[in-house]
């Protein structure tokens, strides 16, 4: 349904605005976001191209990732609180490629900032 709330629990997070029974926006406060940007080490590198060839999942890389994404959602969270949000809505994940070399990789997340009713 497009709902989560993973670290903070009197916290709302959302990928939709609700608009049904249950939980309702009461004032949107505005846009928030949070970026995080990670660099691939060389360790990963040589990993992860073993990995290309014989197949499977490249887990330093998935560490690395979600670490990034976890970090850049709790700036975002730290920001909506600063505007004395409880909750943030619609939000959206974005993924870049960084770099001369393609060496870094750009996590940034953003949303509205909401009071809830």
């Given at each position: 349904?497009?709902?989560?709330?993973?670290?903070?629990?009197?916290?709302?997070?959302?990928?939709?605005?609700?608009?049904?029974?249950?939980a309702?926006?009461?004032?949107?406060?505005?846009?928030?976001?949070?970026?995080?940007?990670?660099?691939?080490?060389?360790f990963?590198?040589m990993?992860?191209?073993?990995?290309?060839?014989?197949?499977?999942?490249?887990?330093?890389?998935?560490?690395?990732?979600?670490?990034?994404?976890?970090?850049?959602?709790?700036?975002?969270?730290?920001?909506?609180?600063?505007?004395?949000?409880?909750?943030?809505?619609?939000?959206?994940?974005?993924?870049?490629?960084?770099?001369?070399?393609?060496?870094?990789?750009?996590?940034?997340?953003?949303?509205?900032?909401?009071?809830?009713?």
């Open positions: 349904m497009g709902w989560f709330s993973k670290s903070d629990e009197s916290f709302f997070l959302a990928t939709i605005v609700p608009n049904g029974e249950g309702r926006v009461g004032k949107f406060l505005g846009v928030v976001n949070g970026e995080a940007i990670i660099g691939a080490n060389i990963r590198d990993f992860s191209s073993i990995r290309d060839v014989v197949g499977g999942r490249a887990g330093g890389y998935e560490r690395a990732l979600s670490g990034a994404r976890d970090a850049a959602l709790q700036d975002m969270m730290a920001a909506a609180k600063e505007l004395g949000a409880d909750g943030i809505v619609g939000i959206d994940f974005d993924y870049e490629v960084l770099g001369e070399n393609n060496g870094m990789m750009m996590v940034a997340v953003s949303g509205t900032a909401v009071k809830m009713a």
